[in-house]
T-cell receptor, first 112, second 114 residues
Framework: GNSVTQMEGPVTLSEEAFLTINCTYTATGYPSLFWYVQYPGEGLQLLLKATKADDKGSNKGFEATYRKETTSFHLEKGSVQVSDSAVYFC???????????FGPGTRLSVLP | ETGVTQSPTHLIKTRGQQVTLRCSSQSGHNTVSWYQQALGQGPQFIFQYYREEENGRGNFPPRFSGLQFPNYSSELNVNALELDDSALYLC?????????????FGQGTRLTVV
């Protein structure tokens, strides 16, 4: 079945550092790929998405490129801020299905 | 602000009891999905309702059941609660089924079973 693997956390960075959170997936067919963010005490918010191979999703300085050859969708940001501290979830969605399959999440802490 | 509201925000129940969680979908959305998020894990799909009918189910036992009402709000019912049911329960509403339509998540209901 479909599954998502993310790098283990927590990840602790200093403000303005470069961020990479690795995500790989296993899926049949051609899934869409997503990054969701969960701030403390809140639900999930869509950060970015890509619906086909080689698409790049971007939002708020975050980027991720859908790499079919490596089945990856790594999240990157060039310069993190304290306000980026949250839990980040990689997810896939089957275009013919109705639900998301989430990874276990990666907790990011950014120190001033 | 997503417009998806869940109630209650926190709940404590005893093993063996029954619980009902509620979700009001965003205006205009006809699809509600429920997810269980255990501590330190990613959300897991329970089921989805589309226009008042169940439209898919994850790997959860029948004691997890649901309803969707004509106004598209939804309930999640769990019978015979077990300690492992302790989790954050998230609902997500979307304009239509399928993950190409953006889903908006509520803040969740934190259920503790003792």
């Amino acid at each position: 079945g479909n599954s998502v693997t993310q790098m283990e956390g927590p990840v602790t960075l200093s403000e303005e550092a470069f961020l990479t959170i690795n995500c790989t997936y296993t899926a049949t067919g051609y899934p869409s790929l997503f990054w969701y963010v969960q701030y403390p005490g809140e639900g999930l918010q869509l950060l970015l998405k890509a619906t086909k191979a080689d698409d790049k999703g971007s939002n708020k300085g975050f980027e991720a490129t859908y790499r079919k050859e490596t089945t990856s969708f790594h999240l990157e940001k060039g310069s993190v801020q304290v306000s980026d501290s949250a839990v980040y979830f990689c997810a896939l969605g089957d275009n013919y299905g109705q639900n998301f399959v989430f990874g276990p999440g990666t907790r990011l802490s950014v120190l001033p | 602000e997503t417009g998806v509201t869940q109630s209650p925000t926190h709940l404590i129940k005893t093993r063996g009891q029954q619980v009902t969680l509620r979700c009001s979908s965003q205006s205009g959305h006809n699809t509600v999905s429920w997810y269980q998020q255990a501590l330190g894990q990613g959300p897991q799909f329970i089921f989805q309702y589309y226009r008042e009918e169940e439209n898919g189910r994850g790997n959860f036992p029948p004691r997890f059941s649901g309803l969707q009402f004509p106004n598209y709000s939804s309930e999640l019912n769990v019978n015979a609660l077990e300690l492992d049911d302790s989790a954050l329960y998230l609902c997500a509403s979307s304009l239509d089924p399928g993950t190409n339509t953006e889903a908006f998540f509520g803040q969740g209901t934190r259920l503790t079973v003792v």
